[in-house]
């Protein structure tokens, strides 16, 4: 029996994940704050609201009544959730999940209070003056990120104490909805950020993906490989701590968890309870199932036999650098030229300055340099230039 899913958000991420649940034979209605995004254009149907309105998301459900809600941004009204299990509609991973991830304080106080798990050490803050103390506290430099955002949106450092009124008005104009309150980190002095594709299943183990590395500029992820070499006690422990946290918070998908490997060892720094950016570099191969397909099969219950590295690959964003309307690409068949070289075009009808548009990816053999890759993939990217024309 075909199922409906809705889905809430419907950007390059959702898109892919429709793609691949209509493979396994199920429809989609695909719902987001805009028209023709990305994941609507491939679905079978499609809605426009204020996912972070209670009510509107409450007669969206009367009226399709899914068998499965797979939310795909984090800034939705996910108290409803709870309701809607109740109701007997699957909620991806579990509403717990959604609700604790649409928030940055109730996952970080979750990770480090209840679960005991490293992280930069951190305060909350809801005015200007609470940030000052804050930072006071935690010290310079440190990360300023509003507690609902994401993609980097709203996040700052600040590096000296002239910085601290610029980062709160910054978290002001980037924050999701209406919770101004904010969460100071200190700085992670990093040398390795990683994401691990983890997929919890209702009748299975839970799977880990090799890791994937990453780089990110403005808090938004620029490149990422697969794999990412860490040590194994490293990645031991990265497994085991994704395992608490996503046993902790519920239910079946796949999650994006990432660390910081420093000098001194791992940092916990928070999670995705669904398909990851940097995770896009799957769509280059680089597994058996791209994280998109494990997230389907998890979601619909259906086995995952195993999760095989097949061979290297990275991936580098291709973003617009302007405002306007009615994108168009350049340079893509230059890009698809080399061998091993593939993009995707999300298809996102309007461009904004660092707005990710497209995704340029690269594989090769299973022991090949990544480091190459990733520069390859760098190469093809800047390859594609976004022309629009300007908005009215
Ligand atoms: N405490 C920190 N120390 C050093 N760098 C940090 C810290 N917090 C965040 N960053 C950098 O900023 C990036 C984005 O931060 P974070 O993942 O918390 O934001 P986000 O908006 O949730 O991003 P996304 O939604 O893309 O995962 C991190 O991947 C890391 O590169
Ligand atoms: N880090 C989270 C992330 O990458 N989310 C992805 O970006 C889209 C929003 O893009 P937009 O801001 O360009 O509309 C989301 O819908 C999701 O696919
Ligand atoms: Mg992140």
């Known amino acids: 029996m075909p199922k409906t899913i809705m889905l809430l958000g419907s ?6 994940f429709v793609i691949a649940v209509k493979r396994l034979g199920h429809r989609v209605i695909a719902v987001d704050s805009y028209d023709d995004a990305p994941a609507q254009q491939v679905a079978d149907g499609r809605e426009v609201i204020d996912m972070l309105d209670g009510n509107a998301l409450d007669s969206l459900v009367a009226l399709h009544q899914p068998d499965i809600i797979v939310p795909e941004i984090e800034a939705i009204r996910t108290e409803r959730f709870y309701d809607y299990e109740k109701q007997g509609i699957q909620v991806v991973p579990s509403a717990r999940a959604a609700n604790f991830t649409m928030n940055r304080k109730a996952i970080r106080d979750l990770a480090a209070c209840e679960l005991g798990l490293r992280t930069a050490n951190y305060r909350y803050a809801a005015s200007l003056d609470e940030l000052r103390a804050a930072v006071a506290e935690v010290g310079l430099p440190c990360v300023v990120k509003p507690l609902m955002s ?9 590096r000296s104490e002239v910085d601290v009124e610029k980062a709160w008005n910054y978290s002001q104009s980037g924050k999701r909805g209406d919770i101004a309150e904010v969460i100071v980190e200190a700085f992670v002095a990093f040398h390795t950020e990683i994401t691990l594709l983890t997929v919890t299943q209702k009748n299975g183990p839970t799977l880990f993906c090799p890791p994937i590395g990453h780089r990110q500029e403005r808090g938004d992820y620029q490149e990422s490989w697969q794999p990412c070499r860490i040590s194994p006690e490293h990645l031991a422990r990265a497994q085991e701590i994704a395992g608490k946290v996503t046993a902790a918070l519920t239910g079946a998908g796949i999650w994006g968890v990432e660390f910081f490997l ?15 950016d940097t995770g896009m570099v799957t769509l280059a191969g680089t597994q058996n199932f791209s994280e998109f397909e494990l997230h389907a099969r998890a979601v619909l219950g259906l086995p995952i036999p195993g999760i095989e590295l097949l061979r290297a690959g990275a991936s580098a964003v291709i973003l617009a650098d302007r405002a306007g309307v009615d994108p168009q690409f350049d ?5 698809l030229a080399e061998p091993g070289s593939d993009i995707r075009i999300f298809g996102k009808p309007v461009t904004r300055p660092y707005r990710r548009m497209g995704v340029a990816l690269m594989s090769g053999a299973p022991g090949s340099d990544v480091e190459s890759l990733k520069q390859q993939a760098i190469a093809n990217a800047a390859k594609v230039t976004v022309q629009c024309e300007d908005a009215d």
Not at 11 to 16: A, C, D, I, P
Not at 263 to 276: A, I, M, N, T
């Open 262 to 276: 420093a000098d001194d060892g791992l940092y916990f720094s928070e999670l995705s309870p669904r398909p990851h």
């Open 150 to 158: 994401s993609s980097g949106k709203g996040q700052s450092t600040v």
């Open 11 to 16: 950007g390059e991420l959702g898109k892919e």
């Open 331 to 335: 340079g893509v068949e230059a890009a």
